[in-house]
């Protein structure tokens, strides 16, 4: 039996914008307005994230409409560089790095849920971390048991999230502060051209945009289930990307012209401060009440999601086989289940929020981002470019762009981070070539 293809261009868009939105950029703007230091230069950083998403959006594009499958990036690694040789070295690295991955995602959700938590609940240093495990530990016990109807959860996220920007972005709007905006472009010297926009502060703020951004190629994951995949899917990216695009820069507007920058880069949960300067406690309570809802329904969707790839990847042999065990009576993936959710508490109790984020995207440059452009590169040459049902534009500029954006990305990283970017995939081809490949009825590399 098939997946049905059933999925309209509305409904992929409005999917990989419920993936886009969730706690993300109610936790980073105050740490890109802290990293740039200058207002302007931070509603730059939004541009930039948002432009690398438009250009490797054409990288998704390509891919998807010529292998419309489902598990995305797993399969066009696979198919990219060859399914009987190195495409299955690249599937499983995907797998593995998702294993590290996954749990830094959730680690962001929790540590951010935990953060707004403390503007209603006085909460120090470590009892923050604990509000983060104890929320972890409560997901995890709810996917612990059969999943029938999920789609009630995108529902209220997508809901909640819309709701939360639009009284967000009216309010800041209809209650502009001109002394705020005024000094919004004025440097703290008073000098105009400090501080010197240098690339290192703006690569390291826009890895916090993009992490905001990221989910625009969630239909590529859902390839196996949409109509005309390949008007479909670059559409839908295309379409969301401009769509939140549009919203983040409203959103920021209208932050910046209510609370000062200096307030808003030392805010732990900016929406709260928002508005509260704008109408009392109470009413920022309730609207902390509300990004909360967002954080739990989106880490929710996010669990849900993840404990599939290391299943899919063990049932193909491309991982270990332990991942690939169903819960004996609720048929669901348990030992992914409580890999990702014990992962995901030893990362909330060590890293911090913003160490998180980078993290998570400098696990994904080399596994993910730029093998994905490379692959389609190598797949481009085997097949011919006749053979790709959607062609980007200039071809192979984009391809170009985009690994210099994510290298970029990556030379922005604390060098933690970079060294674990390297050292992951390269334990990751040990494990490869000393267990999985000796399973495998294929020949390998």
């Known amino acids: 039996m098939a997946l049905r293809r059933d999925l309209t261009a509305v409904q992929a868009t409005a999917l990989n914008m419920i993936d ?15 990293t740039m230091g200058f207002g302007p230069y931070a509603l730059l950083a939004w541009l930039a994230g948002a432009a690398l998403c438009v250009v490797d959006a054409a990288i998704w594009s390509e ?5 419309p499958e489902a598990g995305g990036t797993y399969a066009f690694l696979r198919e990219s560089y060859g399914r009987n040789t190195w495409g299955r070295l690249m599937a499983f690295l995907f797998t593995w790095q998702t ?31 604990l509000a983060a495990v104890a929320l972890i530990v409560l997901l995890v016990a709810l996917l612990y048991r059969r999943i029938a109807h999920v789609g009630a959860i995108s529902v209220v996220l997508w809901v909640a999230v819309m709701a939360t920007m639009l009284v967000l972005i009216v309010c800041g709007l209809t209650n502009i502060d001109p002394a705020v905006v005024a000094a919004f472009t004025v440097a703290p010297s008073g000098d105009a051209s400090w501080p010197p926009l240098q690339a290192a502060a703006l690569g390291a703020a826009t890895i916090s945009t993009v992490y905001s951004y990221l989910g625009y190629y969630n239909v590529c994951h859902l390839g196996a289930e949409v109509k005309d995949p ?9 379409v969301s990307i401009a769509g939140i695009a549009a919203i983040y820069m409203l959103m920021q507007m209208s932050i910046y012209a209510v609370v000062p920058f200096a307030d808003v880069a030392a805010s732990p949960f900016i929406v709260s401060t928002f508005f509260e300067r704008l109408y009392g406690a109470d009413v920022a309570t309730a609207m902390t009440a509300l990004v909360l809802v967002v954080a739990v329904a989106s880490l929710f969707s996010v669990m849900l999601g993840y404990t599939r790839i290391p299943y899919a990847a063990a049932k193909d042999g491309l991982f270990f086989s332990v991942f690939g065990r169903l819960h004996p009576t609720g048929d669901f993936p348990h030992v992914a289940l409580l890999v990702l959710g014990g992962l995901g508490i030893v990362f909330s109790l060590t890293l911090t929020l913003d160490d998180t984020i980078k993290a998570i995207i400098t696990m994904r440059v080399f596994t993910q981002f730029i093998a994905q452009a490379v692959g389609l590169v190598l797949l481009r040459r085997r097949v011919g470019a006749a053979a790709m049902p959607w062609r980007m534009w200039l071809y192979p500029v984009p391809v170009v762009l985009v690994i210099i954006g994510w290298l970029a990305m990556y030379a922005s990283a604390k060098p933690m981070q970079q060294v674990a970017a390297i050292v992951a995939p390269i334990i990751g081809s040990l494990i490869y070539v000393l267990v999985i490949r000796r399973r495998s009825t294929y020949d390998t590399p």
Do not use: N
């Open 99 to 129: 294993t590290f991955q996954a749990p830094l995602v959730v680690t962001s959700g929790a540590l951010g849920f935990a953060k707004y938590l403390g503007y209603v609940v006085a909460l120090d240093p470590f009892t923050t971390r």
């Open 63 to 67: 891919l998807g409409a010529k292998m």
């Open 20 to 34: 886009m939105v969730g706690i993300g950029p109610f936790v980073t703007t105050a740490l890109v307005a802290s």
């Open 230 to 238: 390949v008007r479909i899917i670059p559409r839908s990216m295309y």
